[in-house]
């Protein structure tokens, strides 16, 4: 069985890897297709002689046959070196690397947020399934989810921020705040309220959707007569039965988004002035800034493909229907 | 009449009648019969020239005013009406959002044909093809497509159609592997048949239900798209999309002057679509795999 | 005579759904004496296992259920839901029928057939309910490690001897198995009727054995019923009723079904035509006229009552 199981996990990582590569080579080749002279635009504007210029070509290794150059852009990657920004002149990795953290907090409290509210009333929703219940968390959740994200973000700022001025409108603290320690974390708190709960609203409507269609199927299931035959109180057989078994399909979704937490939050982010890796991105698009825009693409899709693996062990993990042949 | 044409006006008509039963699927036709009205009477309903920041300014508009000090819907930062943006932005959202939805449609389709047609080495190559379209973060790929190939209505369409199509080729593949397995595909093929004999008359009909439902719930997921990237500066500067719209109204600060007419009615427009879109594509779905259907 | 086990009386069951109401039972009366051993046979839609479910109040909720159902002195329509379901699973027990389906697929066959022993707090310690349940498995003639499998592992057999494992928990004065032996081969089937027998033996089991298979109810049980559309249409010893059917639709059913292992029967094989009515669409006067070979002009009139047919018997025919 160990063994089966081994074999599994590592063809799941090969592949997983595989796709990073493919991302790679996709990002290093659309990015050359764009830019054929990515010295010129790092220090356009700046007075460099031509003769510099053609120094730093070679030190970047420009003048090198494409292949060389492939060769030469995996090797850097690897050694987390993506390049200069154009905005900022700075290595792209720490511009990225600092952002890190912010998006995190952000999106990651959002995403738990969102998953245990959403998979709660999926659950309530399905089953009460066709009682007031199940209609208002079905409907309430659909109106969050067909709006555009940053455009509820929008209306809370106006309502909350600038109309009734409980929150600040924006950044991430006070400016010229020279608060340390306790104070400090409360006032970033404060300022990450309002982009948490529009993330959260936004997109708890997914798992209310999932855990509501995944209970649903399981309520058909006759083991659950079984355990109510056997003496169960209806919350038992629900919480010990019907919602572990509905479960799955969420804990799936659930890993899955988190791959996706760090790209999930660019124009919400920009819309308030939250100094994440989104804002970073929507910065970086008005340049184009596109040795950040590189690095970000590559940062996100990463994150995604491993929560991906992550996803499909765990789900391969959880049920022991999943064969490990 | 030929036989497979009654079946087909039965099969309509009833497809008809379980839509009009449905509340909800009837409610989404019914918004979207709103906008699709409104984007198409637009010369009637607004003038086009107050999109114009000249012709605003020469007319007189006053800024930033209240719905209730002019027109409709008031004005923006340049003096024009936002009622105007609202009628006329209705045009290239709904269009921008159906024209990528088709291509979404068209390349899934074909490449979901082909793979579950042919199979084997064509099929387990466009699959891989597949998984890896759906990994990658669809919003970066979108942005890192649209700044690479620049800020064009026919762009965004592309760059929309390109990244969505994964979901529906699977779709597509799954239900065409289904209608390979039964009877007939075999007896047409003994009957001495072609590949795009089946395809055109046993594999495309089968299929074309879920397609359908399919594509309508594409649509508000190309239209959130649009109005996303043209949010972050990356739609068409000539073109005035209700994302453009909130992307100007952010930029200009209309929220610092809770200039509240300015955003509100283009994302009430956006909200209503997409969910006109949703109801009506839900329903249809229901119809197409009755299975979905009594739970919802 | 003391109480009989289980007794209902002018038992009526009708299912609300979105085409109408559908009465799936229709005034059944039946006793079952403790330790006795009653078949109840039937085709599909007859109303058997509704009336199964309903012996522990396990209809979905909105069904209309009327009459009086009387389980080891408790009136069961009219306890309150935590009486219920003190004497579900401990008064009696179902061994339900689809055994894959029947079963948690997330849980091991051990904590499903542990789970009512501490659910009705016979036993408190996880580990002691664990080790009954393995014992359980073993007196079903399954090795004690198969606890810790899950259901998909298991054969068809197998999952069947867990159903009945987990039925005897709570050691119940009432079993009902409801179809538990289709879907398994000859074989597996014989085997299962007779780890019945030998269980209802041993452990002085009523037993309520509910089946399409006639030709399986004689081995087992003492009495039989055989239902049609929502009625009892005849009743008495199983050996007699099998052998000599009083009303048609039994003589029919026995016809259809071989005893089991008899190569000459399965050589002439003599079906009942057509279907059986579907409960919301019942034919006038007697349900079964449309299929009967005996079927006059009078059978149109009115619906048969049960009919004496012999001692300790009952058709419901006219012309018995």
């Known amino acids: 069985m160990k063994r089966g199981r081994g074999r599994l996990v590592l063809r799941k990582v090969l592949g997983s890897l595989l796709t990073l590569v493919f991302v790679l080579v996709f990002n290093f080749v659309l990015f050359r297709i764009v830019e054929t002279d990515p010295v010129a635009s790092l220090f356009r504007g700046r007075n460099i002689p031509a003769e510099r210029l053609e120094e730093l070509r070679a030190e970047f290794g420009l003048d090198q046959p494409l292949g060389t150059q492939f060769v030469f852009y995996m090797r850097e990657t690897f050694q987390l070196n993506l390049g200069i920004s154009y905005q900022s002149r700075q290595p792209v990795w720490d511009e990225i690397r600092s952002r890190i953290p912010a998006t995190l907090a952000l999106v990651g409290s959002s995403a738990v947020f969102s998953a245990l509210i959403g998979t709660i009333g999926g659950v309530i929703a399905a089953w009460r399934r066709n009682t007031w219940k199940d209609h208002s968390i079905t409907s309430g959740t659909m109106l969050f989810y067909s709006m555009p994200d940053f455009w509820l973000g929008m209306i809370l700022l106006v309502a909350f921020a600038v109309v009734l001025g409980w929150f600040p409108v924006g950044g991430i603290v006070d400016l010229g705040s020279t608060a340390g320690g306790l104070e400090l974390l409360l006032d970033q708190l404060h300022h990450m309220f309002l982009p948490a709960l529009t993330l959260t609203l936004a997109y708890l409507g997914e798992y209310t959707l999932v855990t509501r269609s995944s209970l649903l199927d399981v309520m058909g299931e006759d083991y659950l007569t079984v355990a109510r035959a056997k003496g169960l109180r209806d919350v038992m057989v629900r919480n010990r039965h019907a919602v572990p078994n509905a479960l799955l399909p969420v804990v799936t979704l659930l890993a899955i988004n988190f791959g996706f937490i760090l790209s999930g939050a660019i124009a919400v982010e920009a819309v308030f002035s939250w100094p994440g890796l989104g804002k970073a991105t929507a910065d970086a698009i008005r340049g184009p800034d596109l040795p950040m825009l590189q690095g970000l693409f590559l940062l996100f899709s990463s994150a995604v493909i491993f929560f991906n693996l992550i996803a499909d062990l765990a789900y391969s993990w959880l049920d022991p229907r999943v064969e490990t042949a | ?296 | 005579m003391s109480e009989p086990l289980l007794s209902l009386e002018d038992l009526t069951i009708t299912y609300h759904t979105s085409s109408g109401p559908v009465p799936a039972v229709r005034g059944v009366s039946l006793y079952l004496a403790r330790g006795g051993s009653l078949g109840l046979a039937g085709e599909s839609g007859c109303g058997k296992s509704t009336l199964a479910n309903s012996l522990l109040r396990l209809l979905p909720s909105g069904t209309d259920v009327s009459g009086r159902i009387r389980l080891d002195g408790n009136d069961v329509l009219d306890l309150s839901p935590g009486r219920l379901r003190a004497v579900r699973w401990t008064a009696g027990a179902i061994i339900f029928q689809g055994a894959l389906h029947a079963l948690n697929p997330v849980q091991t066959v051990g904590e499903q057939i542990a789970e009512p022993l501490l659910v009705h707090e016979i036993l408190d310690s996880r580990q002691v309910a664990r080790s009954r349940a393995a014992e359980l498995l073993e007196r079903v003639g399954m090795p004690a490690a198969r606890a810790n499998s899950y259901p998909h592992q298991l054969s068809g057999g197998q999952r069947q001897r867990v159903l009945i494992a987990m039925a005897l928990a709570c050691d119940p004065l009432l079993l009902i198995a409801d179809e538990p032996t289709t879907a398994l081969d000859l074989m597996v089937q014989a085997q299962v009727l007779a780890l019945l027998e030998e269980l209802r033996r041993e452990r002085d089991l009523t037993l309520l054995f509910i089946t399409h298979d006639l030709s399986v109810l004689t081995y087992i049980c003492e009495d039989l019923a055989v239902m049609y559309a929502g009625r009892i249409v005849e009743h008495g010893p199983s050996g007699k009723v099998f052998a000599d059917g009083a009303h048609p639709y039994t003589r029919a059913l026995s016809a259809a079904f071989p005893t089991i292992g008899d190569p000459a029967a399965r050589m002439a094989p003599s079906g009942l035509g057509g279907d059986p009515p579907t409960p919301g669409n019942l034919p006038v006067g007697c349900p079964f006229h449309p299929r009967c070979p005996l079927a006059e002009e009078r059978c149109l009139v009115a619906e048969p009552e049960l009919r004496p047919a012999g001692p300790d018997r009952g058709a419901a025919c006219i012309l018995v």
């Open chain 2, 1 to 296: 009449m030929s036989l497979a044409m009654q079946r087909r006006r039965a099969t309509a008509a009833r497809v008809g009648k379980q839509f009009r039963d449905s509340r909800s699927g009837m409610i989404g036709l019914g918004i979207l019969a709103v906008f699709v009205v409104m984007a198409l009477a637009a010369p009637l309903l607004a003038d086009a020239n107050q999109l114009n920041p000249v012709f605003a300014r020469n007319a007189g508009n006053p800024q930033w005013a209240t719905p209730g000090e002019f027109g409709p819907l008031g004005t923006d930062h340049i003096r024009r009406s936002v009622w105007a943006q609202f009628v006329w932005g209705s045009r290239v959202s709904l269009f921008v959002g159906l024209a990528a939805t088709v291509l979404t449609i068209l390349i899934g389709s074909v490449i979901g044909i082909v793979s579950g047609f042919f199979g084997r080495r064509t099929d387990a190559v466009l699959m891989r093809l597949t998984e890896w379209f759906l990994v990658i973060p669809f919003l970066p790929l979108a942005i890192v497509l649209a700044s690479v190939l620049g800020r064009s209505v026919w762009n965004i369409i592309f760059v929309i159609g390109i990244t969505s199509w994964p979901s529906t080729a699977r779709l597509v593949r799954a239900q065409v592997l289904t209608v390979k397995q039964r009877l007939f595909v075999d007896r047409a093929k003994s009957l001495g048949a072609g590949g795009p004999h089946i395809v055109a008359r046993h594999i495309l009909p089968n299929v074309s239900g879920l397609i359908l439902a399919n594509a309508t719930l594409a649509v508000p997921v190309s239209i959130l798209t649009e109005t996303t990237l043209a949010f972050l500066g990356l739609g068409d500067p000539a073109s005035a999309s209700w994302g453009k719209t909130l992307e100007e109204a952010f930029a200009n600060g209309a929220m610092i002057r809770n200039a509240w007419w300015y955003f509100v009615p283009a994302g009430l427009g956006i909200l209503a679509v997409v969910l006109a879109f949703t109801l009506v594509g839900r329903t249809l779905e229901e119809i197409a795999n009755p299975r979905l259907g009594g739970d919802r």
